[in-house]
């Protein structure tokens, strides 16, 4: 029971700071999606949150998505009066993805973050034919310029959203990155505004379509950062699960 009341808590002060934060800016608190990031959860602390009324959940890895969401589909199955009404969950695909894979993650996931390379998006393409809704993805974009650091370079990132946005089986729907891990909230913060900046180059430059709207940035450490810089999607687990 200690922990149901702990995740609550902390679910709602994340949704407080968020809004505050939005608020403070001239920002509509409601254009801010939280996907709560469950690769560190048990199961019985996602239960939690779907009850408390979170539908937009994140996995970065094939190997968790699986199970997880096979054992909450069920409990969701058997438990549909406890549940907020009509509840459906999205799952988020949110970490690295081999092409070998794209084909299960499809199953599962109709929304992935992590999209990097060419290749990647033509595997997504090529697995969606008939898939209606088309998947939507993000271009994962490295705006820290750290070598080890997955994402394209800022500097080829307008190119390839124009090729991605060629793709007719899918649907890029915005930008995805990951601030360096540090401290300095200023190199936090550059990287955000990066990110946001390219996000409104490519909005321009008229080769993606409506449906490019997303900045999907901000984790448990800098998500007041994130709002702040424009997101639209926060990514965030551990401020609710540990
Ligand atoms: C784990 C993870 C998150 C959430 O990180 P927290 O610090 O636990 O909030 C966000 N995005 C990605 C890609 C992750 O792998």
Known sequence: MQLTNKISERLEKVKNDIAETAVRIGRNPADIKIIVVTKTATTESIKEVIRLGVTDLGENRLQNLKPVSDEIAEWMQQNRNELPELTKITWHMIGHLQRNKVRHILKISQIIHSVDT?????????????????????????????????????????????????????????????????????????????????????????????????????????????????ATMLRIGSAIFS
């Open 118 to 230: 060419l290749r990647l998006a033509e595997e997504i393409n090529k697995f969606s034919i008939r898939t209606e809704p088309k998947p939507q993805i993000l271009l994962q974009v490295n705006c820290s310029e750290e070598p080890q650091k997955y994402g394209v370079p800022v500097g080829a990132a307008i190119h390839m959203a124009e090729q991605l946005a060629t793709m007719p089986n899918l649907s890029l729907v915005g930008l995805m990155t990951m601030a360096p891990l540090t401290l300095n909230k200023d190199l936090v913060r550059a990287c955000f505004m990066r990110t946001r900046e390219l996000f409104e180059e490519i909005r321009i430059s008229g080769a993606v379509g409506k449906e490019f709207r997303h900045i999907s940035m901000g984790m448990s450490q800098d998500y007041t950062i994130a709002v702040e810089e424009g």
